[in-house]
């Protein structure tokens, strides 16, 4: 066939420009692909677009957290329907948080909390309940879990703003009405996974119901004091190093972290009513007139429950007369409120449709072993 022409001028000229713009694709491609950078958004400009903020996003199948975030865990966690969650912080270049006297962190203007709701899911769809799932975003793969919906806190310069994302395909949407996903369970059972709505999250985040101010809940020394398997030290630690966190203070009593039994059980069951009922059981919380104090404080027997009858009696009461019966989880009105799905009975009252039978199981074996006796 003989020898292949040679490389004339106009050639070699093409095969430059050739290799140039392959190099220009792969350093667009790589940049396409670097880490995000998170934009804070005015209230009169909030994206449609979860990635607009780029602080979570997809790149494929794999889900990102931006390196201008801390990803961080709670120590007992907000029961939601067996959903596990991704938690993430942003403050802004060149500030930080402030460890205060009451075991809350003061967190400027620009910051944004991010929380996604994940499940982890069989091949077919369907959703499970459990998980050996260690925290670590990297592990976070479409093809292996199900993203249900990105919360965001923004401290505006007014206070804190609730924007609930939804996600659809390889985004998540503004919702600010929330929605309603029916779900399947792995088990067969359906469920109903509840978006709440820009108004419900102030159900919860509104901690003091006289001032009705939103505020983080679990931005506080006691859920936070823990080590983690994305850092190899203490969070707390690590937020100092990075310079994020002053005046660190180590008086409060860390939570107990959930699952582990080495734990006594008086502070497993305290540490699970904290963070699933203390928003709204405590002297300001929109429950504060039932004198039913549930957060981690120092609160006579009483307020805890103990002999307690409640302030109004209703459906609610389950036909029970005190909220805890010492030794008696079966005739105790906590327990049966977290025993029920009906909603209007079940407690706490948004969040959940499902039954959370370890917190429950923990709740009850700490009733049983109370001693005393109702008069």
């Known amino acids: 066939m003989g020898d292949p022409p040679k490389d004339t001028t106009g050639q070699r000229l093409a095969n430059r420009v050739s290799k140039a713009c392959g190099v220009f694709a792969v350093c667009l491609l790589l940049a396409a692909c670097g880490p995000a950078e998170v934009t804070f958004h005015t ?19 794999q889900l990102t957290v931006s390196d201008q975030a801390i990803v961080y ?5 907000l029961f939601s329907d067996y959903a596990l969650k991704l938690r993430t912080l942003y403050l802004p270049e060149g500030t930080h948080a ?43 793969q479409t093809n292996d879990f199900e993203l ?87 969070q707390l630690e690590h937020w100092a190093e990075r310079g994020w966190l002053t005046n660190v203070s180590y008086e409060h009593t860390p939570n107990a972290i959930w699952g582990d039994t080495s734990q006594s059980l008086d502070h497993q069951a305290r540490s699970y009513l904290d963070i699933n009922c203390g928003h709204c059981h405590n002297a300001q919380g929109a429950a ?21 009858p409640p302030i109004a009696a209703g459906r609610g009461s389950g036909g029970h007369l005190y ?19 009906d909603p209007g009975m079940m407690m706490p009252e948004l969040g959940r449709s499902l039954v959370h039978q370890e917190g429950l199981e923990i709740i009850n074996q700490w009733i049983n072993s109370m001693d005393g006796q109702c008069l």
């Not at 209230?43 to 199948?61: H, T």
């Open 43 to 61: 209230a009169d400009d909030y994206p449609a677009r979860l990635s607009d903020w780029g602080l979570v996003s997809l790149e494929g199948q």
């Open 73 to 77: 865990e709670l120590n007992t966690a």
């Open 98 to 140: 402030n460890f205060d006297a009451t075991d809350n962190f003061a967190l400027p203007v620009g910051s944004i909390i991010s929380k996604t709701f994940i499940y982890p899911k069989t091949q077919s769809g369907a959703l499970l309940t459990s998980s050996d799932w260690n925290g670590d975003p990297s592990a976070i």
């Open 148 to 234: 249900m919906e990105t919360r965001l806190m923004v401290k505006q310069a007014n206070g804190w703003d609730a924007l609930p994302y939804v996600w659809k395909g390889d985004d998540a949407y503004l919702s600010l009405t929330g929605t309603i996903r029916p779900m399947t369970l792995a088990n067969g059972k359906a469920l109903n996974y509840l978006v709440p709505s820009k108004n419900q999250c102030a159900s919860c985040h509104a901690t003091n119901h006289t001032t009705g101010e939103l505020l983080p809940i679990g931005m506080k020394a006691r859920h936070l004091d823990r080590s983690t398997a994305v850092y190899s030290k203490n």
């Open 288 to 308: 504060d007139t039932s004198g039913l104090l549930l957060d981690y404080e120092d609160h006579p027997a009483n307020a805890l429950g103990m002999c307690k």
């Open 323 to 341: 909220s805890i019966v010492p030794g008696q989880a079966e005739d105790s009105i906590l327990s049966f409120r977290l025993a029920t799905n």
